[in-house]
């Protein structure tokens, strides 16, 4: 295990520990509570320090692709196939969790590829990957420098991948309510989809859904874990349990020149682009 791989460890660990809502209680507490934590993210910090690894020999997307095989992810794609290859582009994505990111590096397939993300002391981590990531703070100085940057990339011709919700969101496998898929959705878009128009960009939907292992998911233990608002422990159940039923499939949907969407109303422009996104999600 090298450095890399022992330093994502613990912190995922730690972010468990974190989310049990035992932040400040005795260290020595807090150690005895990370140490499951610890093993369990082992192969996690693992493969992601060779995903990093890989990146500057292999390119983000093959080095995406080949995590996803190491978790015992299957990777399914459908739509347009050739949606974000070139250009300009903004995607918009809904965020289940777990693979999905993953997921869209791969099928996205652009080593241009910048995502607006959370600051994470888990993310900062990876060295190489953390190029490619746009953290966005909680403070609106923070916010600003993080749309600035993403549109620079987007005035460059680059593709700019966006979490509208910035959260997590219900995975459509588990999730029968259509309605609920969608969190709502933060300030920023009309700014990106302006940058974009200005170069002639164009915005590209991406519905992700089956992120999650349905036999971790019935396990006692994740059940008491979401009901806590801890979303992080499926996957480490399902690496943990050597589990190879996660089958993620990615959509990619046209959604057309920016320009179209730039002249809307900001109400205009959430309920289209929301309501196909989630058509997206159902398609997948």
Not at 27 to 56: C, K, N, V, W
Not at 147 to 163: I, M, N, P, Y
Not at 242 to 252: E, G, K, N, Q
Request: glycine share 8%; with cysteine.
């Amino acid at each position: 295990m090298d450095s890399l791989a022992r330093e994502l460890a613990t912190l995922s660990a730690s972010e468990m520990v974190t989310a049990l809502g035992v932040k400040n209680a005795p260290a020595l507490l807090r150690r005895g509570l990370a140490l499951p934590f610890f093993a369990a993210s082992r192969p996690l910090g693992e493969t992601l320090a060779q995903l990093d690894h890989g990146i500057l020999p292999q390119g983000l997307a093959f080095s995406a692709h080949r995590a996803l095989e190491r978790f015992g992810v299957e990777l399914r794609q459908s739509g347009d196939d050739e949606a974000a290859l070139d250009g300009p582009r903004l995607l918009l994505a809904n965020h289940p969790g777990a693979y999905d990111a993953l997921a869209l590096m791969s099928v996205i397939a652009r080593d241009d590829l910048l995502i607006l993300a959370a600051d994470r002391g888990f993310l900062r981590a990876l060295p190489r990957l953390s190029q490619h990531l746009v953290f966005v703070g909680q403070t609106p100085g923070e916010r600003a420098g993080a749309l600035k940057r993403a549109v620079s990339a987007l005035r460059r011709g680059g593709a700019v991948l966006h979490f509208p919700a910035g959260e997590i969101e219900p995975d459509a496998d588990f999730e029968g309510d259509a309605e609920r898929l969608l969190s709502r959705w933060q300030p920023g878009i009309s700014a990106l989809l302006e940058a974009c128009a200005k170069v002639d960009g164009r915005v590209v939907l991406a519905g992700v859904r089956g992120v999650h292992s349905p036999r971790a998911k019935r396990w006692r233990v994740n059940r008491w874990a979401e009901r806590r608002g801890i979303t992080t422990l499926s996957p480490l159940l399902q690496l943990v349990g050597r589990l190879r039923d996660v089958v993620t499939r990615v959509r990619l949907d046209d959604a057309g020149p920016a320009k179209q969407h730039a002249e809307l109303t900001r109400d205009q422009q959430l309920l289209g682009l929301r309501e196909r996104l989630r058509q997206a999600i159902l398609r997948a």
